[in-house]
C-alpha cells in the first residue's frame, strides 16, 4: 500500500522568505507521479506542482520548486519568496498503482508580514 | 468551463438516513474519486474509479456505497449515516494516463455534511 507522510502539522513564514514543506512517500511501484495542492480557507483544491518518478530534472513552477530525492523517497515542496496569500493548507499526493491518488495529512503554513 | 460538479454543497442528515452526493466532470476523464477530509488527517480515499464500469476501495469505503453511472458521473451513496459520517466530502477526476505521466486531478468544491 502506498503512503504519504507530512510530519510537519504547521509552519510560519515570514513574508519573502522562502519556505520548505516536507513530503516522504512509501511505494514499491517503479513509476509514480508525485503532487502537491493548496487549499486556502475557502477550500477549493488548487495544483501546483507535479513531479514524476522518471524525471530527470526537480520540477519548477513559478515560486513553487519540488526537492525530489528519489533514492530517499522524498518530494519536498519549496516556495520562494513568500506571500501573504500563501497561507493556506498545503497538500503532498502520489498516484502509483490502480491510478489510486493517495494525499497526505497537509501542513499548515501561516505566512507572517 | 465547468470542471467538476457536486451536488449539494451542504447537507445536514439525522442519524441512519440516506444520501446520495452526486458528481460530474465534463472533461472526459477516465479516472475519478471520492474523498472526505476531516480536522487533522487531509484528505482520506473513500472509493474511486479507472474508468467507466470499474470501482475500487479506498481507504476508507465503510459505510459507502459508489456508482459509475457513466463516464461524466461518479456518485457515493451514504445507506445509513452515522456522525462518524460528518465531513467535508470532495470529488475529483483525472485522466488515466500512465503513472508516471502527469495527470493531475481535479476537484469540485466539496459538500459539507453533518450528520446528527
Known amino acids: 500500500a502506498q503512503k504519504i507522510t507530512q510530519t510537519q502539522p504547521g509552519m510560519f513564514v515570514q513574508e519573502k522568505e522562502a519556505v520548505t514543506l516536507d513530503c516522504t512517500y512509501d511505494?514499491?511501484?517503479?513509476?509514480?507521479?508525485l503532487f502537491w495542492y493548496k487549499q486556502p480557507s475557502s477550500g477549493e483544491m488548487i495544483f501546483l506542482i507535479y513531479?514524476?518518478?522518471?524525471?530527470?530534472q526537480n520540477a519548477t513552477e513559478g515560486r513553487y520548486s519540488l526537492n525530489f530525492q528519489k533514492a530517499r523517497k522524498s518530494a519536498n515542496l519549496v516556495i520562494s519568496a513568500s506571500q501573504l496569500g500563501d497561507s493556506a493548507m498545503y497538500f503532498c499526493?502520489?498516484?502509483?498503482?490502480?491510478?489510486?491518488?493517495?494525499f497526505g495529512a497537509g501542513t499548515t503554513v501561516t505566512v507572517r508580514a | 468551463n465547468a470542471g467538476v460538479t457536486q451536488t449539494p454543497k451542504f447537507q445536514v442528515l439525522k442519524t441512519g438516513q440516506s444520501m446520495t452526493l452526486q458528481c460530474a466532470q465534463d472533461?472526459?476523464?477516465?479516472?475519478m474519486y471520492w474523498y472526505r477530509q476531516d480536522p487533522g488527517m487531509g484528505l482520506r480515499l473513500i472509493y474511486y474509479?479507472?474508468?467507466?464500469?470499474?470501482?475500487d476501495k479506498g481507504e476508507v469505503p465503510n459505510g459507502y456505497n459508489v456508482s459509475r453511472l457513466n463516464k461524466r458521473e461518479f456518485s457515493l451513496r451514504l445507506e445509513s449515516a452515522a456522525p462518524s459520517q460528518t465531513s467535508v466530502y470532495f470529488c475529483?477526476?483525472?485522466?488515466?494516463?500512465?503513472?508516471?505521466?502527469?495527470?493531475?486531478?481535479?476537484f469540485g468544491q466539496g459538500t459539507r455534511l453533518t450528520v446528527v
Open positions: 475529483a477526476s483525472s485522466e488515466a494516463g500512465e503513472r508516471g505521466r502527469r495527470t493531475e486531478a481535479f
Open positions: 511505494t514499491s511501484d517503479p513509476s509514480y507521479g
Open positions: 513531479q514524476g518518478s522518471y524525471d530527470q
Open positions: 499526493a502520489m498516484r502509483g498503482h490502480d491510478y489510486k491518488l493517495s
Open positions: 472533461m472526459n476523464h477516465n479516472s
Open positions: 474509479s479507472a474508468s467507466e464500469g470499474t470501482t
